[in-house]
């Protein structure tokens, strides 16, 4: 069975910095992989999503993700960090055999500092 | 526009009653699920279904029944046998393994 560690639960960053989520799975072949944005009391919103090919996903406000097999990680990036991307994310790991069915982090708050 | 509708948004339910939370797609997705989200604790899985008229029970099914009478329905009926049921509850349909998530519905017990 497929899981997904997201070692941070808080992450507290200043508007402008850089950011960095990290997001660990464990599946034997190789997952798809998601990351869900969900503000208080929404629903989640995918920003991106691997499949398959290049390594390095772009999503939706300006965040990107980097699948690395070695490390079975699947960490968020985001270059310049604005007051609204305060928010909780959420990485998601789905297996080909299995239905398509996702398993959930934890999920990390991040907070953003004027 | 495509998407799903989740309803009521906030409910409250006194002690020993049955609720129901509605669920409704327009996405023609085979796949629904319902999650429970408790602060700290991520998503929990309490039921999915693959196909209209099929169902499983998810990780923390005890207490929670589901129907899926027509593909775009999916509504979940928080019973009395649920001990603890205040939460915020999210519905989503899948296809490919897309989700699309509702905008959820917060369950109050008074």
């Known amino acids: 069975a497929q899981s997904v560690t997201q070692p941070d639960i808080h992450i507290t960053v200043s508007e402008g910095a850089s950011l960095e989520l990290r997001c660990n799975y464990s599946y034997g072949a190789t997952p798809y992989l998601f990351w869900y944005v969900q503000s208080p009391g929404q629903g989640l919103q995918l920003l991106l999503k691997y499949f398959s090919g290049d390594t390095l996903v772009q999503g939706i406000k300006g965040f990107e993700a980097e699948f690395k097999r070695s490390q079975s990680s699947f960490n968020l990036r985001k270059p310049s960090v604005h007051w609204s991307d305060a928010a909780e994310y959420f990485c998601a790991v789905g297996a080909r055999n299995a239905g398509n069915m996702l398993t959930f982090g934890g999920g990390t708050r991040l907070m953003v500092k004027p | 526009d495509g998407g799903i509708t989740q309803s009521p948004k906030y409910l409250f339910r006194k002690e020993g009653q049955n609720v129901t939370l509605s669920c409704e797609q327009n996405?023609?997705?085979?796949?629904m699920y319902w999650y429970r989200q408790d602060p700290g604790q991520g998503l929990r899985l309490i039921y999915y279904s693959q196909i209209v008229n099929d169902f499983q029970k998810g990780d923390i099914a005890e207490g929670y029944s589901v129907s899926r009478e027509k593909k775009e329905s999916f509504p979940l009926t928080v019973t009395s046998a649920q001990k603890n049921p205040t939460a915020f509850y999210l519905c989503a349909s899948s296809i490919d393994a897309i989700y699309t998530f509702g905008s959820g519905t917060r369950l109050t017990v008074v």
């Open positions: 996405l023609n997705h085979d796949a």
